[in-house]
């Protein structure tokens, strides 16, 4: 290699090791975090309502609930799910595995408490958003099986609701009120709304407990069927059950509330709607708020959404609050 073009070379070289050396002497920018406030909310927070068996009423209430969280509110998307109902809902939200439910005010009372099926297993941290509407305890018979009042279900074939259900728990109880217990029943069967509807319609089982609001569209598709009753349950019962569980009520079926079945008398709790404690209290404001501003959307879900109203929506409240729809009810001059 010639003098000059080595001369060159180291040239090139020197040139070239002098800008590494100026960039690696260069200050770093600074990386600078974002300022939380400032970042832009990447979409609303997903929320799931833990409903019932979709044959029955929370699961057209829950989504319409969700209806109105997707027309009404950014902040919050609702999904509405199928569920076991009460009982299984008031564990969802122990669990975390689901924001809100819908279940029966005596079942909210044992879990937030602690007792009957959920002794050792409490759910305190569950709070009361607000009441729905009365949940009737029917016992659907069949005409021809000579089933008069619940007393006369000794022997017979009778379906009492999933394991663990609100309508179980209702069983339990009024069979107690007749001094029966799920031994003294020929057969017990425990299945879905749905399910019973279809083992009555088939003749699998003589009568079936369904503790649903009025006009459930289980029990009316097996009336259009088949020859069912409702069962009464008689007045000295009705108040020994509510001397005992003072959450219920004495209520009255109206004759063809479904197709050609009599009046009858029975007892009912309240539907309502629960969520766990650390949801956030402006979150719980504007869901509680929206729903009573967008009544007309429930109302529409089913017949017995007429019955939601702000008026009654601390009906039978049996548990504490959330601070967020205590916030709505005080505003609206319901509590103080």
């Known amino acids: 290699m010639s003098t000059k073009k080595a001369l060159s070379l180291m040239l090139v070289v020197f040139v070239l090791v002098s ?13 600078v975090d974002p300022d939380p406030e400032e970042v832009e909310p990447v979409g609303p927070i997903r929320w799931t309502i833990a409903s019932g068996w979709v044959a029955g009423v929370y699961y057209p209430i829950s989504g319409a609930m969700s209806r109105v969280a997707y027309e009404n509110m950014d902040n919050i998307s609702l999904t509405a799910e199928a569920s076991g109902a009460s009982v299984a809902n008031a564990r969802l939200i122990g669990t975390k595995d689901a924001e809100l ?6 079942i909210a009372y044992y879990a937030y408490n602690g007792i009957e099926m959920y ?7 569950m709070r009361g958003f607000f009441t729905l509407y009365p949940e009737h305890c029917q016992i659907v018979a069949s005409a021809d099986a000579g089933i008069e009042n619940p007393g006369d ?4 074939a009778v379906a009492v609701g999933p394991l663990g259900s609100g309508t179980e728990a209702n069983a339990v109880q009024i069979l107690e009120a007749y001094d029966l217990t799920f031994d003294d029943l020929g057969s017990v069967e425990r299945l879905t709304a749905s399910e019973a509807a279809d083992f009555l319609r088939d003749g699998r089982v003589d009568a ?23 069962v009464s ?24 509330t479904y197709s050609g079945v009599p009046e009858s008398t029975t007892v009912a709790v309240l539907a309502m709607v629960v969520g766990h404690a650390d949801l956030p209290h402006d979150l719980a404001y504007e869901y509680t708020s929206q729903i009573f501003e967008n009544i007309d959307t429930i109302h529409g879900a089913h017949e017995r959404g007429t019955l939601i109203t702000l008026d009654t929506a601390l009906d ?6 959330h601070p967020g729809a205590e916030q709505y009810f ?7």
Request: with cysteine.
């Open 330 to 336: 005080q505003e609206q001059g319901l509590i103080d």
């Open 153 to 156: 279900l000794a022997g017979k």
């Open 208 to 230: 079936a407990f369904f503790t649903v609001g009025l006009g459930a569209a289980a029990i009316e598709e097996v009336a259009i069927v088949k020859d069912v009753v409702i």
């Open 19 to 31: 800008l590494m050396v100026v960039v690696g002497c260069e200050e770093p920018e600074e990386v």
């Open 101 to 106: 439910a819908i279940l029966q005010n005596d």
């Open 119 to 125: 002794e050792g297993e409490g759910v305190p941290e």
């Open 316 to 321: 039978g409240m049996p548990i504490e609050l």
């Open 233 to 256: 349950i008689e007045d000295d019962k009705i108040d020994w059950l509510i001397e005992t569980y003072p959450y219920y009520s004495k209520e009255v079926i109206p004759a063809d």
